[in-house]
């Protein structure tokens, strides 16, 4: 099979050379073992005092929800203000979650809505802080490193799982809920501290920052203009959706296939999560020697393959080595699925399309909570799973149609030199909308080739905030031909343009090339201005520009 890397990849540990890398990751894997903790405290205090299944695969729904709400928002907030920041708030909000959720369990209050109530909250933390700090890792490390570095925090969380529910379930079974919930809390202190301590240096733009509703539409204009990045996401909710039962539904499996208790749960989690950590050393070799696809398809086979047999076994160790073969496919499909929306995506916009990616994803999550729930409350639990490895197995499948690329390195960073046009209005940052249209004299046995390179400038500046674009040929001459496009102010012009990359120009010089033998390109620069306003309004009057 080919390879999926030119270049040998970076061992898996490389990114902890970096300090600041590897002291946010040791605590974000400290407050993940409280968290795994409180999981289970929270899903076996579900099935213990809930009278309906359904509220039982709800736990982990609900601290999905979050992510697919606020997500969108949450990534135009990480690429406009400071990541670490947003890390900081969002690490604080499921700390104090946790500390409510131990408050009221102390007065004996454990009602199942308030228990999904508060998971809900500390998904919001979730959904604020991990987009932003795996946009981060980009900012911090090599870009060389991130296949490495997004697989160790794959790792590291699933290895957690095989410390953090067997730990989580003895102190369950021997000091209950409560003391788990408290312990939860005191972990959410160690990123925190991590994150006050460490700064790391970020690549500055000139222009101002986005508005909000600009920032999210161009975040869902660049997701809906990337086939890669689309390709993913359609895969990742399907995973999501169809894989999920083995971890939504596993406290049932525990209490009614295998009759047993919190420590065997506990011990099931422990094999998902030793799966998980032999794949993700396994990672980095196997990325040179399987294309991303492969690695996809493999990992679905291998969760559908786990799903199966938990339906048919009744035995704790069988349950075990199933569920550590799930939980290496469960690691190498999100490490995979990852890693090709952060290289397909350049550093301006790297947290909204995780964030989208995000949404759509844990969104898929929780629906598949919920309707395997469902399907174990109206038919059985054994259907279930087999339902849902039927469905994992169809991801696999849908390779054919939506494959995951290969891609090794990202091309699309900007190429930062743009030098701005003379003008001889006094424009605001605000101005606008702006108006670029740009003339070109073609002949008639060089169109073909003219109309590729238009198709990929359109895509190019799509891509970077031309909006209404549009390709138009005189009737009446028809050498000449007019390519425009409008950005909202004059602000978002440069934007767009300090946006570009260096294969982006190369378009435009490929276009000089084509016209050299006629004449060069003409390009207009207009800015909007409402028939019948004042001189002095707002918007300028219209100029005209010549390059």
């Known amino acids: 099979m080919p390879s999926n890397e030119e270049n040998p990849s970076p061992g898996l540990l490389a990114p902890l050379k ?22 289970v405290a929270l899903g076996w205090l579900m099935a213990t005092v809930a009278s309906s299944d359904v509220l039982v695969a709800l736990v982990q729904a609900s601290s999905t929800l979050p992510a697919f709400f606020l997500a969108v928002f949450v990534g135009a907030i990480a690429d406009n203000y400071s990541r670490r920041v947003v890390m900081i708030v969002g690490r604080s909000l499921m700390m104090a979650a946790s500390a409510m959720l131990t408050i009221l369990m102390a007065f004996g209050i454990h009602d199942p809505w308030m228990i999904l109530a508060f998971s809900f909250l500390d998904g919001c933390g979730i959904a604020l802080s991990d ?41 369950v079974a021997a000091f209950g809920p409560l003391v788990t919930f408290a312990l939860t809390t005191l972990g959410f202190v160690a990123p925190l501290t991590a994150l006050w301590r460490n700064k790391w240096k970020v690549q500055s733009s000139s222009l101002p920052r986005e508005a909000l509703m600009t920032a999210i539409y161009d975040g869902l204009r660049f997701t809906a203009i990337s086939s890669e ?24 499996i525990a209490r009614d296939i295998l009759k047993g208790g919190p420590v065997g749960y506990g011990i099931m989690m422990g094999g998902f999560g030793a799966g998980a950590l032999l794949a993700g050393l396994m990672n980095p070799r196997l990325r ?64 909204r399309t995780i964030s989208i990616y995000s949404a759509f994803t844990y969104g898929g999550i929780a629906a598949g909570s919920w309707f395997w729930g469902a399907i174990v409350q109206n038919y059985s639990l054994p259907s279930a799973m087999a339902w849902s490895a039927v469905a994992t197995a169809g991801v696999a499948v849908l390779g054919f149609k ?52 238009m198709q990929k400038r359109r895509y190019a500046q799509s891509r970077v905030g031309a909006r209404q674009w549009t390709l138009t040929r005189d009737v009446q001459q028809p050498s000449r031909w007019v390519q425009a496009y409008r950005t909202p102010t004059w602000t978002d012009f440069h934007r767009l343009h300090h946006r570009l990359t260096e294969a982006d120009k190369h378009l435009d010089r490929a276009l000089l090339k084509l016209t050299a033998a006629t004449s060069p390109p003409r390009t207009n620069i207009l800015v909007e201005r409402p028939a019948g306003a004042a001189r002095k309004s707002y918007f300028p009057m219209a100029y005209l520009s010549h390059k």
């Not at 040791?26 to 903790?37: D, F």
């Not at 795996?134 to 160790?152: C, K, M, Q, V």
């Not at 999920?244 to 406290?251: D, F, G, I, N, V």
Request: proline residues 5%; contains cysteine.
């Open 402 to 453: 939506l494959p995951i690329s290969n891609r090794s390195e990202s091309e699309l960073e900007p190429s930062g030199a743009f030098c701005a046009p003379a003008i001889a209005l006094d424009l605001k940052p605000r101005s606008g909308p702006i108006l670029v249209s740009t003339e070109y004299l073609i002949g008639e046995d060089d169109v073909d080739e003219f109309l590729a390179i």
């Open 288 to 351: 040179q020697t399987l294309t991303q696809e492969w690695l996809v398809v493999l990992a679905c086979l291998a969760c559908a393959a786990c799903e199966v047999a938990l339906a048919l076994t009744s035995s704790l160790a069988i349950a075990t080595v199933c569920l550590a073969l799930g939980g290496a496919g469960w690691v190498t499909a999100w490490s995979g699925l990852g890693v090709n929306v952060q290289l397909a995506s350049p550093r301006w916009i790297v947290g």
């Open 131 to 171: 987009p932003a700090w795996r946009a981060s890792i980009g900012d911090i490390l090599e870009r060389r490193h991130l296949p490495a570095a997004i697989t160790l925090l794959n790792v590291g969380f699933n290895t957690v799982r095989s410390v953090g529910p067997a730990l989580g379930g003895i102190i």
């Open 18 to 39: 970096n300090p600041i890398f590897r002291s946010i990751f040791v605590a974000s894997q400290l407050s993940s073992l409280g968290w795994l903790m409180q999981t």
């Open 229 to 252: 990045i689309k390709s993913t996401i359609v895969r990742g909710t399907l995973f999501g959706f169809a894989s999920t039962s083995t971890l939504a539904l596993l406290p049932l």
